[in-house]
């Protein structure tokens, strides 16, 4: 009964997850118990996703830009998106 592994496949622009597409679970805020479903674990990261926790960065580079440059974030973000899940891509 442990904890599972999310990890994403596709690179991600964000401050809460690694190049290699680990994520951290304190940054997730779940306290892990063996009746936390998958439907929590995939809305706990839908909404990090969405919002990032820059009191937790993976990404020191990628926090700063989203705290100085929210508008420079976005847009990299949109195309590492467009690059990197657009279904072009391939490793």
């Known amino acids: 009964m442990r ?3 999310v ?3 596709t ?4 401050p809460n997850i690694t190049m290699a597409g ?3 679970p304190p940054v997730t805020g779940i306290p892990w118990v063996p009746t936390t479903t998958l439907s929590i674990i995939v809305d706990t990261l839908h909404q990090l ?3 990032p926790r820059i009191d937790f960065p993976l990404n020191e580079e990628i926090a700063r830009v989203y705290e100085t440059d929210r508008q420079s974030y976005l847009a990299t973000a949109r195309q590492w998106t467009k690059r990197y899940a657009s279904g072009t891509f391939s490793a």
């Open 11 to 14: 690179r991600i622009y964000h």
């Open 49 to 51: 996703l969405q919002e």
């Open 3 to 5: 904890a599972p592994e």
């Open 7 to 9: 990890r994403f496949l």
């Open 22 to 24: 680990d994520i951290n």
